[in-house]
């Protein structure tokens, strides 16, 4: 007997059958969810954007990287990291061996705070839920978080960078690591010294033994 004649027989009879349901692919989700992001109204922030800031990059990478806010070219062209901090990350993840498409890049934000101020506790809270299902729906073998803001929101925890840096944290299940803004890193370039080790820690974590 077919599987659709069987089905057949027991819609008459009354019987509900079962179907085995496929995780929707994370380019469907993710699609999902930035259109819900685009129209979002949760937090004030919406009234001063231009447009929302969703991600860039691979959605079926290892490496998932979280910033903290858009600024004023993110906040233009509705894509993270494009600015002058945006060049700096490429590079940094250039001399590491990878490109846009090894890396996945979001932030805690999606709407750019006015002035480019810090982002509020609320706003952080508002925007969490969205977040989280990027890490969902990616599912990185990885997570990098650069600068205060987006290691403190993960870590759920008012600890200042330095505390967090060099540890493995977890969030979701996930590893995490936590380094300096590249705009952090724009102004105090003394510090590439130390965001490279982070780098480099990245790079054994997604390629042991290498």
């Excluded at 901090?85 to 705070?113: F, H, T």
């Excluded at 330095?162 to 590893?175: A, D, E, F, L, T």
């Excluded at 590439?192 to 480099?200: P, Q």
């Excluded at 820690?201 to 042991?208: C, E, R, Y």
């Amino acid at each position: 007997m077919s599987d659709a004649l069987r089905s057949y027989y027991l819609q008459e009879l009354g019987i509900e059958t079962w179907e085995t349901r496929t995780r929707e692919p994370a380019n469907n989700s993710l699609q999902a969810l930035a259109a819900e992001v685009a129209s979002c109204v949760r937090c004030p922030l919406h009234k001063t954007r231009t447009q929302t800031v969703f991600a860039r990059g691979n959605p079926k990478a290892k490496l998932l990287i979280i910033g903290e806010a858009p600024g004023f070219y993110e906040d233009k062209q509705g894509l993270p990291f494009v600015g002058k901090a945006g060049g700096l990350l490429n590079k940094m993840l250039a001399s590491i061996g990878l490109a846009e498409e090894d890396v996945y890049i979001v932030n805690v934000l999606k709407c750019r705070p006015p002035e480019n101020r810090d982002p509020h506790a609320e706003e952080i809270k508002q925007c969490s839920t969205y977040l989280s299902q990027q890490i969902t729906a990616v599912d990185p073998q990885l997570i990098l978080a650069v600068g205060r803001f987006a290691g403190q929101s993960l870590l759920n925890q008012p600890l200042p960078l330095n505390k967090m840096r060099n540890k493995i944290h977890q969030y979701q299940g996930k590893p995490i690591l936590v380094s300096y803004h590249p705009a952090y890193l724009l102004r105090n370039p003394a510090d590439k010294k130390k965001a490279f080790a982070d780098l480099t820690i990245v790079k054994n974590l997604l390629n042991p033994g290498l």
